[in-house]
Each structure stands twice: as structure tokens, then as C-alpha cells.
């Protein structure tokens, strides 16, 4: 009776070890089951010109650099809901996006909105920051 006790005690935990294993067997790679295998580095959002917060004149140039980036044609800017024209400068490693805040603000806070629309939707990225304009 002992024996057959150790037995099942012995299977049920490599039983459960096993599926324990099997559920985290690709955790963070990037594939998935109903994905096709489709995996992607997410979009990085950096060295923002003006700086978050600082005060800039009303139709004045700002800048950021976008990583992991397949296409310029992925990235939108947008200020208060209004698509703004940009230029892309590809250096390899990143994109360096420029572009002018729209005419007419002035004396206001505004929000450059990028999103980064990719091929595959789970790689999408979103950010942004806040600028000043002065009058």
C-alpha cells in the first residue's frame, strides 16, 4: 500500500513539473500560438528636442530619435489632434524625426503624440511628450 501511495505521489508531481515547464516554455520570446510566429522588438522613444516641459516659440522645430523602427512611414506625430508633416533622417541604428509645431499656438501646452504603427500590432508603440509654447 505504501508503494503504491509513493508512486502516485511520484507522478503526480512530475506531472505537474512537467506542465509547470510546458506553460512557461516560451515566455518573452515573442511567439505565440495563433501569432504565425510573428515576433518584434517594440519601438523605443528617445532624446526629445525641445526637453519634456521646456518653453518653445510658437513654430519651432522639435526632434526625437525612434529605435527599432522597419519603416519610416510607421511613425505619426500629432498635435491636438492634427497630423503633423515630419522629415526622417535614418542613421542605421535610429530614425531622427523633425518636425514644426503648428502655426497659431501660442501661449499654450501641447502634447507631441508619436505612435509607431507596425506591421504586426502587438509591436504598436506609443509616447510622447509635453512643451510649452510661449506667445
Known sequence: MKKKNLFLAI?????????????GGHAGHGGGGSGGGASCIKA????FTPEHLATAAPESEFSFRAFNVQHPNEIEVTIKNEVIPVTYEDKEAFIIVKGKLPEGLKSTTVRINIKVNSKVSKCDA???WLVNVSE
Do not use: H, K, P, Y
Not at 507522478?11 to 506553460?23: D, E, P
Not at 523605443?44 to 532624446?47: D, F, G, K, N
Open 11 to 23: 507522478c503526480i508531481l512530475l506531472n505537474g513539473s512537467l506542465a509547470f515547464a510546458g506553460a
Open 44 to 47: 523605443r522613444l528617445a532624446t
Open 126 to 128: 506609443e509616447g510622447g
